[in-house]
C-alpha cells in the first residue's frame, strides 16, 4: 500500500512537472504571437484617409497612471507627426500600435520639462526602429536648437555604443538625434511652419507667462482641421485660429480641486507645495474657459488635456472636474486620457472618438 502511494505521489509529481514545462511552453508560443503582432502592426494602413489625433501624453508634471507627460500623435493621410514629447510619449505611442520610426517630424510648443522630458526616448526610438538615416527634424520656436543640443550631448556617448555594436547599416550614425527647425512667430497671426499640398501646420503664440515664447497649433488636411491649444491662459489667439475646427484639443486645470490641495498641503506642512499649486493656477486655463472658446469659435469637438490636477479615477471627479464646462459648450466635450482617439474622415463631417488601449 505504502508503495502504490509512493508510486501515485511520484506520477502526479512527474504530471506536474510535464504542466509546468508545457505551460512554460505555450506561454512562450503565446509571448511570441504577441511580439510578432506587435512588430507587424502598422496602425496607420488601417486608418482611413483622414486627420486623426491620439493623445500620447494627456497630463502634466503630476503624476498621474492615466495620463503621461504632455503629447499629442497626429496622423494626416499616412503620415505621423508627434506633437510634445512628455514623459513616457515613446511607450504610449508603441502601445497605441504605431510605429516610432514613422515619425515624420516633432513639434514643440515650449521648453518646460514636462513638455520635453520623453524627448531623448522618443528620438532613440525613431532612430532605431526604421534604421532611419537621418536625424528627425524637430520644429519649435526660438531656443529649440539649445534644447536638441542639450540632448545630443547628453546622448552622444549612446549614439557611439549602438554603432558600434550594431553596425552602420542597422543603426546609420547619420540617423541619430533631432534636427532643429526654429521658426519666428508673428504677433497678431499664425506662422505657416510646414506646408505641401495637402498638409498645413501653423504655429501661434498664445499666453503662457513668464515662459515666452509659448505656442499652440493648427492642422489642416483636405478640408479637416484640429487646433492643439498649448500652455496657456484663456486665449483670444485659440480662439482666433480655433473658428470653425472640427476638434479643439485644449489644456485645462481645475481651480477648486487645487484650491483643494493648497488646503492639504498647509494641514500637512509642505508650505512649498502650497505655493506651487497656487503659483500654477494663473498660467492654465480652466474646463469651463476652454469649454467658452470651443464655443465661441463654434468646433466641432472639445477634447481637454494637460490635466490639472491628477484625476485618480474616483466616481464622480471627472464631472466634478469639468465644473459647469458642459452647460457651456453643447457639443462632445471629454476629459482626455492616454489612449484617446479622434478620427476626422476625409471627405465628411464625422468625428469619431475611439480608444487605442
Known amino acids: 500500500m505504502k508503495i502504490r502511494r509512493i508510486t501515485v505521489i511520484a506520477g502526479l509529481a512527474a504530471v506536474l512537472v510535464v504542466g509546468y514545462v508545457f505551460r512554460g511552453q505555450i506561454a512562450m508560443a503565446v ?31 503630476f ?9 499629442t500623435l497626429v496622423i494626416a493621410g499616412k503620415r505621423q507627426f508627434v506633437f510634445d514629447a512628455g514623459s513616457g510619449a515613446s511607450r504610449t505611442i508603441g502601445k497605441m500600435g504605431f510605429n516610432q520610426g514613422d515619425t515624420a517630424a516633432i513639434f ?22 526604421n534604421s532611419n538615416k537621418e536625424p528627425v527634424p524637430v520644429y519649435g520656436p526660438k531656443g529649440v536648437e539649445m534644447v536638441l543640443l542639450g540632448f ?37 497671426q499664425h506662422t505657416v511652419v510646414f506646408k505641401d499640398d495637402v498638409l498645413e501646420i501653423a504655429a501661434f503664440e498664445v499666453n503662457h507667462a513668464p515662459i515666452h515664447p509659448s505656442v499652440g497649433y493648427r492642422i489642416s488636411y483636405k478640408g479637416r482641421s ?10 483670444a489667439a485659440v480662439q482666433r485660429e480655433a473658428q470653425g475646427v472640427d476638434l479643439l484639443v485644449h489644456e485645462a486645470l ?30 492654465h486655463a480652466t474646463p469651463e474657459q476652454a469649454a467658452e472658446t470651443a464655443r465661441d469659435a463654434k468646433v466641432g469637438y472639445l477634447l481637454l488635456n494637460h490635466i490639472v490636477p491628477t484625476l485618480p479615477g474616483l466616481p464622480g471627479l471627472e ?20 489612449g484617446d482617439f479622434v478620427s476626422l474622415p476625409v471627405g465628411s463631417k464625422e468625428i469619431n472618438h475611439t480608444r487605442r488601449f
Request: proline residues 6%; charged residues 20%.
Open 226 to 235: 484640429v487646433v492643439l491649444s498649448g500652455d496657456t491662459v484663456k486665449s
Open 63 to 71: 503624476p498621474d497612471d492615466k495620463r503621461g507627460g504632455p503629447c
Open 152 to 188: 545630443r550631448q547628453a546622448y552622444a556617448q549612446d549614439q557611439h555604443y549602438r554603432v558600434a555594436h550594431h553596425g552602420d547599416a542597422t543603426v546609420p550614425g547619420s540617423g541619430f538625434g533631432g534636427r532643429p527647425i526654429p521658426f519666428a512667430l508673428e504677433a497678431t
Open 108 to 129: 514643440l510648443s515650449h521648453f518646460h520639462s514636462d513638455h520635453i522630458d520623453g524627448l531623448g526616448e522618443l528620438m532613440l526610438q525613431r532612430w532605431v526602429s
Open 31 to 61: 509571448a511570441m504571437k504577441v511580439a510578432a503582432g506587435k512588430l507587424a502592426a502598422d496602425g496607420i494602413t488601417s486608418l482611413p484617409d483622414g486627420l486623426h489625433l491620439g493623445l500620447c501624453g494627456a497630463g502634466s508634471p
Open 254 to 283: 481645475s481651480v477648486p480641486l487645487l484650491e483643494g490641495l493648497k488646503q492639504v498641503a498647509a494641514e500637512v506642512g509642505r508650505p512649498n507645495l502650497r505655493t506651487i499649486f497656487n503659483d500654477i493656477m494663473n498660467y
Open 319 to 338: 464631472k466634478a472636474f469639468l465644473g459647469d464646462a458642459a452647460s457651456i459648450f453643447d457639443g462632445p466635450v471629454r476629459v482626455g486620457a492616454d
